[in-house]
């Protein structure tokens, strides 16, 4: 015999609907972080992350619409790069450089077999000197 759902239980699911009709104009607004989602439908935090882990098919256009951002966002980067005469072209490889391992982080290794060091007196009397040492120290 199937089990008539009760009151609470049919306004609960009348509830996680409603959320996920709000949730999906807010990304239909241009909201693609949480944050943004949140802000637009006046939602808590745990409410939307509770709503995605109960609607997949919500999430997953969360999901998409985000990669879709930062694929556009990653092309911008590259032309920019391409182009050495646009005005951040330095501004942007930098920012590459900065942020993403590159192939040569791998390879490139320091093969010193004496660390350099350089020693800069210290000011005043009776203070040591400071000593930087540049390469590998030695494990004992």
Known sequence: MKRIPREKELAAQERKSELSIIIQAAMREGCLTKAQICKASKLKMHELNRVFLNDKELYAMFQVRRRTLSDIAADNI???ISNKEHPSHFAATKFVLQKYKSD???TLESHEVN???VEIPGSGKGNKPTIIRFGKTDKK
């Open 115 to 117: 660390p350099m060091e």
């Open 78 to 80: 590259v032309d920019i």
């Open 104 to 106: 040569l982080d791998g």
